[in-house]
T-cell receptor
Framework: AQSVTQLDSQVPVFEEAPVELRCNYS??????LFWYVQYPNQGLQLLLK??????LVKGINGFEAEFNKSQTSFHLRKPSVHISDTAEYFC???????????FGAGTRLFVKA | DTEVTQTPKHLVMGMTNKKSLKCEQH?????MYWYKQKAKKPPELMFV???????INESVPSRFSPECPNSSLLNLHLHALQPEDSALYLC??????????????FGEGSRLTVL
């Protein structure tokens, strides 16, 4: 069975501060890992993905994530957030060779001025 | 700009109405998906089409009927819905199952309200 756990439902942070959104996954088979962002009243947009190779992946809007196989984690980070980063962030996993993408419950990032 | 286009953006329907949601993509993707998303929840998979054939039906009630007329189009036909079916319906596409990654490209969604 496969599961994705996002450890924080809400993360408030001040503008220009660093942020980390935590994600742990569980799977008995190889998976691809993703972070998606959803702005209000919009669909989801891919931020970044880990397929294989280098464990540090960089995405759009200055975000990056680190894959840690021993801790089965894929935490998302940004060194300095902006008001416009306020959104819902979903960590997701997909079996290699499968169609199903399993989403975590989401983390609401709220950036304060 | 999204490369997956969904229409309509908003839909209000009564429980006896028949309506359809439409989705179109021009990225050459061979897999297309319908997801349902309730407020403050992650998307829930409903259907997957691969090469225009239904591959996955996540035990969705028959009042939802998907259709894939060609590789670029995906419809969701709605009939006799219940108020609890009110949600944001998201269409997505991806490369075929053999492709590495298979990240999803989402449309902006159709917000459905059932009265």
């Amino acid at each position: 069975a496969q599961s994705v756990t996002q450890l924080d439902s809400q993360v408030p942070v001040f503008e220009e501060a660093p942020v980390e959104l935590r994600c742990n996954y569980s799977s008995s088979v190889s998976v691809y890992l993703f972070w998606y962002v959803q702005y209000p009243n919009q669909g989801l947009q891919l931020l970044l993905k880990y397929l294989s190779g280098s464990t540090l992946v960089k995405g759009i809007n200055g975000f990056e994530a680190e894959f840690n196989k021993s801790q089965t984690s894929f935490h998302l980070r940004k060194p300095s957030v902006h008001i416009s980063d306020t959104a819902e962030y979903f960590c997701a996993a997909r079996n290699t060779g499968g169609f199903k993408t399993i989403f975590g419950a989401g983390t609401r990032l709220f950036v304060k001025a | 700009d999204t490369e997956v286009t969904q229409t309509p953006k908003h839909l209000v329907m009564g429980m006896t109405n028949k309506k359809s949601l439409k989705c179109e993509q021009h990225m050459g993707h061979r897999a297309m998906y319908w997801y349902k998303q309730k407020a403050k929840k992650p998307p829930e998979l409903m259907f997957v089409y691969s090469y225009e054939k239904l591959s996955i039906n996540e035990s969705v009630p028959s009042r939802f009927s998907p259709e894939c007329p060609n590789s670029s189009l995906l419809n969701l036909h709605l009939h006799a819905l219940q108020p609890e079916d009110s949600a944001l319906y998201l269409c997505a596409s991806s490369q075929g199952i053999q492709a590495r990654g298979g990240e999803l490209f989402f449309g902006e969604g159709s917000r459905l309200t059932v009265l």
